[in-house]
């Protein structure tokens, strides 16, 4: 069974700092590609950043130089450090793991940024 458990959401001021974690379970971490989504009240779900199992990343325009997405794979963990944060960047952050056929979704942790 595939399951993956984000955590690190909260409130934060305009400027600050947060850092996500997403521990995964029920497959092979070390060769799966991991990524970081979110979704803001009346906005579909949108790609913030990927990571595959080389280590290449990848990230939305909006992120670029401000978030660095990187993997544990002894700890089967991905993260998103997130800086310089805007009030733009509230959202619910989900982690997503392709994985046989099937995409697989943690239940999200809510960022929430002040101005």
């Known amino acids: 069974q595939v399951q993956l458990v984000e955590s690190g959401g909260g409130l934060v001021q305009a400027g600050g700092s947060l850092t996500l974690s997403c521990v995964a379970s029920g497959i092979i971490f070390s060769i799966n590609a991991m990524s970081w989504y979110r979704q803001a009240p009346g906005k579909q779900r949108e790609l913030v950043a990927t990571?595959?199992?080389?280590?290449?990343?990848n990230y939305a325009d909006s992120v670029k130089g401000r978030f660095t997405i990187s993997r544990d794979n002894a700890k089967k963990t991905v993260y998103l450090q997130m800086n310089s944060l805007k009030p733009e960047d509230t959202a619910v952050y989900y982690c997503?793991?392709?994985?046989?056929?099937?995409?697989?979704w943690g239940q999200g942790t809510q960022v929430t940024v002040s101005s």
């Open positions: 997503n793991a392709p994985w046989g056929g099937h995409d697989y």
């Open positions: 990571i595959t199992s080389r280590g290449t990343t």
